[in-house]
């Protein structure tokens, strides 16, 4: 018997991640936020880190 997974691929993956500033809702790379790296708003530009608590 082959049991069925579902298994997401990775690639292109985004998540959604709110700005500290203008608290709007922008989607980034998973890639990035699981690295820490810098995100960039797209509404106000604002540089910051993603969130610690964003669900794989
Ligand atoms: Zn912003």
């Known amino acids: 018997m082959t049991e069925r ?3 997401k691929k ?6 959604t991640c709110q700005c500290p ?7 980034h790379s ?3 936020v699981q690295k ?3 995100l960039i708003c797209p ?3 604002q540089l ?4 610690k608590n964003v669900a794989a």
């Open 30 to 32: 998973f890639t990035r």
């Open 48 to 51: 910051f880190q993603p969130a």
């Open 43 to 45: 509404h106000c530009n």
């Open 10 to 15: 990775a690639r292109n993956y985004l998540v």
């Open 36 to 38: 820490g790296s810098t």
């Open 21 to 27: 500033k203008c608290e709007k809702n922008s989607e």
């Open 5 to 7: 997974k579902n298994v």
